[in-house]
C-alpha cells in the first residue's frame, strides 16, 4: 500500500516546521522526505510545479502546497486536538495574526542576517517591531489563542529556532525587547510536537553560515 502521507520539506525551513508540529500534534504518521533545494527531486517538481518549493504534504498521492494552507488541511482532515478555533470570529482573528506572521516576519529576518551597518540595525528594529506586536496580542495568555496551542503559535513558533542565529549575526538579544516571547516560546517547546519539529539552534546557525558563504555575503 502506497504511504499516505508523505512530507516533502528541508530542515531549517519554519515552513516545513510548520507542517511538522501540525502532524505531531495530531498523531499521523508520516514519511519525512528531506529535500535537497540545488538537486530538487523530481516528486518535489511534480507535486509543486508552480513554485517547486517545500514544504509539500502529499497525501494519498495528492499534493497541498503551502506551509499554512497545509497547516489548515491537516487540521481538517485530522480534527482531533484543533488547531483553529471553531468559533468563525476567532477562527478570522487567528488566521490574520498568521497572515500577520507570514507578511512581516520572514522578510524582517532576512533583513538580520543578509545585510550590515544601517540596514541591519533597521532590519532588527523592524524584526523587533514586529514581535512587540505580536507580544502585545499574546499579552497574558499562554498561547496565543487562548489557554490552548494553536494555529498562531505553530506558525509563529519555528521562527524561535533561528532566534540564536539572528541574535548572533545580528549581535542583539530578543529577549531584552521581548521577554514574554520567549517565555511563550519556551512554553511551547515543552510540546513533544514543537521539540521534536525544530532542529537545534546552533545547527540552523551552522546552516545560516553555510548559507551566507554560499550567497557571497561575507
Ligand atoms: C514558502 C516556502 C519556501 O519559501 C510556504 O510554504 O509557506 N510561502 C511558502 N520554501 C523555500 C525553502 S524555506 O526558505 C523553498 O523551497 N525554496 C526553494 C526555491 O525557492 O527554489
Same mark, same amino acid.
Given at each position: 500500500?502506497?504511504?499516505?502521507?508523505?512530507?516533502?520539506?528541508?530542515?531549517?525551513?519554519?515552513?516545513?516546521?510548520?507542517? $511538522?508540529?501540525?502532524?505531531?500534534?495530531?498523531?499521523?504518521?508520516?514519511?519525512? /522526505?528531506?529535500?535537497?533545494?540545488?538537486?530538487?527531486?523530481?516528486?518535489?517538481?511534480?507535486?509543486?510545479?508552480?513554485?517547486?518549493?517545500?514544504?509539500?504534504?502529499?497525501?494519498?498521492?495528492?499534493?497541498?502546497?503551502?506551509?499554512?494552507?497545509?497547516?489548515?488541511?491537516?487540521?481538517?482532515?485530522?480534527?482531533?486536538?484543533?488547531?483553529?478555533?471553531?468559533?468563525?470570529?476567532? $477562527?478570522?482573528?487567528? $488566521?490574520?495574526?498568521?497572515?500577520?506572521?507570514?507578511?512581516?516576519?520572514?522578510?524582517?529576518? $532576512?533583513?538580520?542576517?543578509?545585510?550590515?551597518?544601517?540596514?541591519?540595525?533597521?532590519?532588527?528594529?523592524?524584526?523587533?517591531?514586529?514581535?512587540?506586536?505580536?507580544?502585545?496580542?499574546?499579552?497574558? /495568555?499562554?498561547?496565543?489563542?487562548?489557554?490552548?496551542?494553536?494555529?498562531?503559535?505553530?506558525?509563529?513558533?519555528?521562527?524561535?529556532?533561528?532566534?540564536?542565529?539572528?541574535?548572533?549575526?545580528?549581535?542583539?538579544?530578543?529577549?531584552?525587547?521581548?521577554?514574554?516571547?520567549?517565555?511563550?516560546?519556551?512554553?511551547?517547546?515543552?510540546?513533544?510536537?514543537?521539540?521534536?519539529?525544530?532542529?537545534?539552534?546552533?545547527?540552523?546557525?551552522?546552516?545560516?553560515?553555510?548559507? /551566507?558563504?554560499?550567497?557571497?555575503?561575507?
Amino acid at each position: 500500500m502506497a504511504i499516505e502521507v508523505i512530507l516533502l520539506d528541508f530542515w531549517p525551513s519554519p515552513f516545513g516546521m510548520r507542517c $511538522r508540529i501540525a502532524l505531531h500534534e495530531k498523531g499521523v504518521e508520516f514519511e519525512y /522526505k528531506d529535500e535537497n533545494l540545488r538537486n530538487k527531486s523530481e516528486l518535489l517538481l511534480k507535486m509543486n510545479p508552480v513554485h517547486k518549493k517545500i514544504p509539500v504534504l502529499v497525501h494519498n498521492d495528492k499534493p497541498v502546497c503551502e506551509s499554512l494552507i497545509i497547516v489548515q488541511y491537516i487540521d481538517e482532515v485530522w480534527s482531533n486536538n484543533p488547531l483553529l478555533p471553531s468559533d468563525p470570529y476567532e $477562527r478570522a482573528q487567528a $488566521r490574520f495574526w498568521a497572515d500577520y506572521v507570514e507578511k512581516k516576519l520572514y522578510d524582517a529576518t $532576512r533583513k538580520v542576517w543578509t545585510t550590515k551597518g544601517e540596514e541591519q540595525e533597521a532590519g532588527k528594529k523592524e524584526f523587533i517591531e514586529h514581535l512587540t506586536i505580536l507580544e502585545k496580542q499574546l499579552g497574558d /495568555k499562554p498561547f496565543f489563542g487562548g489557554d490552548s496551542f494553536g494555529y498562531v503559535d505553530v506558525t509563529l513558533i519555528p521562527f524561535y529556532s533561528w532566534f540564536y542565529a539572528l541574535e548572533t549575526e545580528g549581535k542583539f538579544t530578543i529577549e531584552e525587547s521581548n521577554p514574554k516571547i520567549i517565555e511563550w516560546a519556551k512554553r511551547c517547546m515543552q510540546r513533544e510536537s514543537v521539540a521534536k519539529a525544530l532542529p537545534d539552534e546552533k545547527k540552523v546557525h551552522g546552516f545560516l553560515l553555510e548559507l /551566507k558563504k554560499m550567497l557571497g555575503i561575507e
